[in-house]
């Protein structure tokens, strides 16, 4: 097959949406089909590049300010026309609904390709990261989760990475006239696994190894609701000796940095910035317990790559966490924003080994039901009918 796949954050952005669209990609031509990808370029001019195993063409672009590392198209469509004239698609899949995803719909619409859609965006990721207009936030959530119902409508089959999230669209969901499915995200369960402590990253990120380590790896965002975690943190260590391990970068991290200064603990935080996928992988392996504070959340890669390396998991009851971290199996499901109880949950891990190692096991158990390779075969199952229909 000739799959076309539309992103309008990608790869080298970090977040769900950018790493989820690289694996499919990735692991699409690993099974012997043709993919390219359409994004937006990284420095503002159109441009086509290689990334491991399949193309990229990057379309103009200009900075978008509330997001991290993202640039956006603002009117691409004569350069997502020549590029869809070109490739010939037989199924196109889009994986979100700002410019490139809007210009690739309303093309694809005109030659008659068949269309998938991911939702995997809440209105929450944006609306957190503009707070003066937090008094209309509410309005204005519900007005995009519409406008994201609508817009899915168009496609021929619609996906979300779990039915919590499905869930979570309410009545807006149930009036979509085109089927639509929980498709998990994946991770590749070869790369994540557990193993032994890798010295290489503890020694180049000055980590202790005499105390557990909570650990949180993503983007530093606001709607992350990292501020939480770190008022959480504050509790543990006035019980017991541990560190807390931030890896990754965004528009929120100032912000973290000065809280945790002015709470005294910046000493027992270790903020790496931005790391190579590589270390990724190694400083999974590193914590004692993953903790996810964020309640904006449709799956969540991150969790799922700390549980494949035997991590227990402390989340929030919000957004569509309750299905990875399943309260009391594998972890602890907490009230959002409630750091007591997010403290609660991961003072109960570090402090009883045994219970940790059996929330290790269930947490593996959970992982491996969400093998990349499954999510891989599905989409092939949906491209192939949608192209024969």
């Not at 952005?13 to 690993?30: D, E, H, M, Y």
């Not at 990057?58 to 026309?81: D, G, H, M």
């Not at 779990?162 to 149930?174: K, L």
């Amino acid at each position: 097959m000739k799959i076309l796949i539309a992103s309008d954050l990608h790869w080298p952005t970090i977040n769900g949406v950018a790493t989820f669209s690289r694996n499919l990609a990735q692991g699409l031509v690993a099974h012997g089909h043709e993919v390219l990808v359409i994004a937006p370029s990284q420095t503002g001019r159109k441009s086509k590049e290689v990334d491991g195993n399949y193309v990229i063409i990057r379309t103009a672009s200009v900075p978008f300010p509330f997001y991290q590392n993202f640039r956006i198209s603002l009117n691409p469509y004569r350069e997502v026309k020549k590029i869809i004239d070109e490739f010939d698609p037989d199924v196109i899949h889009i994986q979100m609904l700002l410019m490139i995803g809007q210009a690739v719909m309303k093309y694809g619409h005109k030659r008659g390709i068949p269309i998938v859609t991911t939702n995997h965006a809440m209105p929450e990721n944006l609306m957190d990261n503009l707070k003066l207009l937090a008094p209309v936030a509410r309005p204005i959530s519900y007005m995009l989760k519409v406008y994201g119902m609508r817009f899915h409508s168009k496609a021929d089959y619609v996906t979300l990475p779990t039915q919590a999230a499905i869930d979570m669209f309410g009545v807006e969901a149930d009036k979509l006239s085109v089927p639509i499915e929980a498709v998990s995200n994946g991770i590749d369960l070869s790369r994540f696994t557990v193993g032994e402590l890798p010295k290489d990253v503890i020694e180049k990120f000055k980590l202790p190894t005499d105390r557990p380590i909570i650990t949180y790896i993503g983007r530093l965002d606001a709607e992350k609701h990292l501020s939480v975690l770190i008022r959480a943190f504050v509790r543990v260590i006035a019980a017991e000796k541990a560190h807390l391990l931030v890896v990754g970068d965004g528009t929120d991290v100032e912000n973290l940095k000065y809280l945790a200064h002015e709470l005294g603990v910046q000493h027992h935080i270790t903020f790496t910035g931005r790391v190579s996928d590589e270390e990724i992988v190694k400083l999974h392996k590193v914590g004692t317990v993953f903790c996810m504070p964020s309640p904006a959340e449709l799956q969540s890669i991150a969790m799922l790559e700390a549980m494949a390396s035997g991590q227990p998991v402390v989340a929030v009851d919000a957004g569509a966490l309750k299905e990875l971290c399943q309260n009391e199996r594998n972890g602890y499901l907490c009230e959002q924003d409630n750091d007591e109880e997010i403290a609660r949950g991961l003072l109960r891990i570090i402090n009883d080994p045994k219970l940790r190692e059996s929330m290790s096991q269930e947490s593996l158990a959970i992982a491996n039901t969400h093998d990349l390779q499954n999510t891989l075969k599905r989409f092939e199952e949906i491209y192939t009918s949608l192209i024969n229909a």
